[in-house]
């Protein structure tokens, strides 16, 4: 009898220690099965839905056209599929997400006998294997990241044998292209490609990282979140340099918020410092809409917010500054712009987007205060000197004469907001649940 390998978020083959238990576990063959989740389908965005769908092709590819693709609630479907195979076993990767760690018990309550096997998870070092010396759980990143590091990870394991029996059961079709998406190439193959362009250029990494204009970062968040690549694959290429020092960093946020939000699992809706739960929000209305739709009249807003809806992705300085906009010049719930971000964002993760907006906020853990308020022309002028940024995105613009503050361009809205008026508001609603200073 086969046994099955549940894919979620680990859409490939190699450097896939559950994949390796599942065709150890059965010697019939494994069968590959995803199951499309219509709570998670019917919420996606179109980038996307077109990003999964498009790496299950690659995957199916991989299997040689053998990937059961089926729609439907896990619960059910999962369950069944191990019984139409007679599986001794099924195989997975830990989620450590609260709907999949939810999602995952009712499963192997569901399957009965047949055991739910995990083995592995989508990080180099799975959440609440670091925690501080007197046994808690890291609330603030440096010292996590020290923590990290001395705790080190397993080097990456090999492929399953090229002459592996896949076994293929009736299925749903994988989902067609989106004709209006523009994804960058997806898949296992085109991220291992990827990293094998970029890493010879990590030694700009660290200076131009912040740079919109730029190709500059690895884009590689979209392959992390699907799994396509192994946070240990790359980790596995890096020395001491300082250079590569700065993507390990950057690697160990990802890990980091994954701690976090594993140890606090309501932090994907409430903010991590309560008190912000008084702060005074302006209801969402048009200026929510014109944020969305990218029509702020602020160009380094509008452009990555249009970014986002294109293609699924944004530069993370420009998250930050869109981010920033949404809660400190619109006073808009942080809440809202994070539901907005998942639904677009091909990398949208739980908790690197919650806790990200959490930290632009000011209410998550680290320490990223209230009162640093973004400007975003400012910033926009800083890290798009030339608006080359902002004119691929906004080409209404294209010809001002000053992108970044245009006065000259009838087809571009006017600023929504006074952004020196605004930044002195979100003070004064910061001011109203500020926790009094302690006397000395
Ligand atoms: C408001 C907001 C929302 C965000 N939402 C997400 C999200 O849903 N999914 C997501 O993967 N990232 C998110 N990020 C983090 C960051 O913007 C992206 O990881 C980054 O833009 C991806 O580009 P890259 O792969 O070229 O990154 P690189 O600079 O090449 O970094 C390498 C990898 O490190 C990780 N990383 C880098 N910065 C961060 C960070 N600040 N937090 C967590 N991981 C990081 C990513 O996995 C990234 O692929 C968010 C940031 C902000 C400010």
Same mark, same amino acid.
């Given at each position: 009898?086969?046994?099955?390998?549940?894919?979620?978020?680990?859409?490939? #083959?190699?450097?896939?220690?559950?994949?390796?238990?599942?065709?150890?576990?059965?010697?019939?063959?494994?069968?590959?099965?995803?199951?499309?989740?219509?709570?998670?389908?019917?919420?996606?965005?179109?980038?996307?839905?077109?990003?999964?769908?498009?790496?299950?092709?690659?995957?199916?590819?991989?299997?040689?056209?053998?990937?059961?693709?089926?729609?439907?609630?896990?619960?059910?479907?999962?369950?069944?599929?191990?019984?139409?195979?007679?599986?001794?076993?099924?195989?997975?990767?830990?989620?450590?997400? *609260?709907?999949?760690?939810?999602?995952?018990?009712?499963?192997?309550?569901?399957?009965?006998?047949?055991?739910?096997?995990?083995?592995?998870?989508?990080?180099?070092?799975?959440?609440?294997?670091?925690?501080?010396?007197?046994?808690?759980?890291?609330?603030?990143?440096?010292?996590?990241?020290? +923590?990290?590091?001395?705790?080190?990870?397993?080097?990456?394991?090999?492929?399953?044998?090229?002459?592996?029996?896949? #076994?293929?059961?009736?299925?749903?079709?994988?989902?067609?292209?989106?004709?209006?998406?523009?994804?960058?190439? #997806?898949?296992?193959?085109?991220?291992?490609?990827?990293?094998?362009?970029?890493?010879?250029?990590?030694?700009?990494?660290?200076?131009?990282?912040?740079?919109?204009?730029?190709?500059?970062?690895?884009?590689?968040?979209?392959?992390?979140?699907?799994?396509?690549?192994?946070?240990?694959?790359?980790?596995?290429?890096?020395?001491?340099? +300082?250079?590569?020092?700065?993507?390990?960093?950057?690697?160990?946020?990802?890990?980091?918020?994954?701690?976090?939000?594993?140890?606090? *699992?309501?932090?994907?809706?409430?903010?991590?410092?309560?008190?912000?739960?008084?702060?005074?929000?302006?209801?969402?209305?048009?200026?929510?809409?014109?944020?969305?739709?990218?029509?702020?009249?602020?160009?380094?807003?509008?452009?990555?917010?249009?970014?986002?809806?294109?293609?699924?992705?944004?530069?993370?300085?420009?998250?930050?500054? +869109?981010?920033?906009?949404?809660?400190?010049?619109?006073?808009?719930?942080?809440?809202?712009?994070?539901?907005?971000?998942?639904?677009?964002?091909?990398?949208?993760?739980?908790?690197?987007?919650?806790?990200?907006?959490?930290?632009?906020?000011?209410?998550?853990?680290?320490?990223?205060?209230?009162?640093?308020?973004?400007?975003?022309?400012?910033?926009?002028?800083?890290?798009?000197?030339?608006?080359?940024?902002?004119?691929?995105?906004?080409?209404?613009?294209?010809?001002?004469?000053?992108?970044?503050?245009?006065?000259?361009?009838?087809?571009?809205?006017? *600023?929504? #907001?006074?952004?020196?008026?605004?930044?002195?508001?979100?003070?004064?609603?910061?001011?109203?649940?500020?926790?009094?200073? *302690?006397?000395?």
């Amino acid at each position: 009898m086969p046994s099955v390998m549940w894919f979620r978020r680990d859409l490939r #083959v190699h450097d896939h220690p559950a994949l390796l238990a599942a065709t150890e576990a059965a010697s019939d063959g494994v069968v590959p099965l995803f199951v499309i989740d219509p709570v998670l389908w019917e919420r996606s965005g179109a980038p996307r839905r077109a990003y999964l769908a498009a790496s299950l092709r690659a995957l199916d590819e991989q299997l040689g056209g053998r990937l059961t693709v089926r729609c439907g609630d896990p619960v059910d479907v999962v369950p069944q599929v191990a019984r139409e195979a007679a599986a001794p076993s099924v195989h997975v990767s830990a989620d450590f997400a *609260p709907y999949g760690v939810a999602r995952d018990a009712m499963v192997g309550r569901a399957l009965g006998q047949t055991p739910l096997v995990p083995l592995g998870s989508p990080y180099a070092v799975a959440p609440g294997r670091v925690l501080t010396g007197a046994g808690q759980r890291f609330k603030v990143f440096t010292p996590f990241f020290r +923590a990290w590091l001395a705790h080190g990870w397993r080097s990456p394991v090999g492929a399953p044998a090229t002459d592996q029996h896949w #076994v293929r059961l009736r299925g749903d079709q994988i989902p067609g292209p989106i004709a209006e998406v523009d994804l960058p190439p #997806v898949g296992e193959t085109a991220a291992l490609a990827r990293w094998e362009e970029f890493r010879p250029r990590l030694g700009t990494y660290a200076g131009d990282r912040d740079r919109p204009d730029r190709d500059a970062t690895s884009r590689l968040s979209a392959p992390l979140r699907w799994g396509e690549i192994h946070p240990r694959t790359l980790l596995a290429d890096l020395d001491d340099s +300082a250079a590569h020092s700065k993507f390990r960093a950057e690697v160990a946020w990802r890990e980091f918020y994954a701690e976090v939000l594993a140890a606090n *699992p309501e932090a994907t809706w409430r903010p991590l410092r309560p008190e912000y739960d008084r702060i005074r929000l302006a209801a969402a209305g048009p200026a929510f809409e014109a944020w969305r739709q990218g029509r702020t009249g602020f160009p380094i807003v509008d452009a990555g917010m249009r970014e986002l809806l294109a293609t699924g992705l944004m530069h993370n300085r420009v998250r930050m500054i +869109a981010a920033s906009f949404l809660i400190k010049d619109l006073h808009l719930d942080w809440r809202l712009g994070a539901r907005h971000f998942m639904d677009h964002l091909i990398d949208g993760d739980v908790a690197s987007n919650q806790l990200n907006w959490q930290w632009v906020a000011g209410c998550g853990t680290d320490a990223a205060p209230y009162f640093r308020v973004f400007n975003p022309t400012g910033q926009g002028r800083k890290f798009d000197p030339d608006a080359a940024y902002i004119r691929r995105w906004v080409p209404e613009l294209a010809r001002a004469s000053d992108p970044h503050e245009p006065t000259d361009c009838p087809d571009y809205p006017e *600023p929504i #907001v006074d952004h020196a008026a605004e930044r002195l508001e979100a003070l004064a609603r910061w001011a109203e649940i500020r926790p009094p200073v *302690p006397p000395d």
